[in-house]
């Protein structure tokens, strides 16, 4: 043990005998810290950061399109939520902020909610015709630090005359560095 932790293991001692015989500790250095590692619940918000290490994947994804079939990821955004929120952090609540942030986002009852295994369902997030998914999937790990991921995705049929087209929607929340990211874009194709 090095002389640091030994100096912080004796005030929690100390700390802990002083509380158990009713007498109040002075703040110490040690006990300060923790008090100041400790954070007052918030209202759930999300608070855009930059994504824009995220586009050159962005304009990766939307090369290939044809006259036969077309697709375009129009936006990567990304936001943190809060670091202590008062209530805790659903896929509901950041889609109804997003919601509010983003004009025609469908509602949450309209997409699915998933995990990692589900993250195939979305035409942005899985390798197909369209595009390299998987290559996306994997930058934005890079960005968000990666591990547990819950997602919601949705598209909706838009009017097209003679063909078929789709807007798309996923929004992937990571608990553990409390990130989110919102793709947006479409897919389509002649009838």
Known sequence: MNFRGLIVSAVAVLASSAFADGVRAPLSVATSSVVAQSCQPTAFSLTAINASSLEPTRLTWNQGSNWGAWHYMDTIAAYTTPQCPATPVTMQAVVDELSWLHQGIPSFADGTVTNRAGLSQ??????????????????????????????????????????HEFQEYAVLYYPATRKVVVLQGYTGYDS
């Open 122 to 163: 979305s035409v942005f997030l899985s390798s197909n015709y369209y595009g390299n998914g998987l290559a996306v999937l994997a930058a934005i790990d890079s960005f968000t630090g990666g591990g547990e991921v819950q997602a919601w995705i949705a598209n909706q049929e838009v009017p097209c005359h003679n063909c």
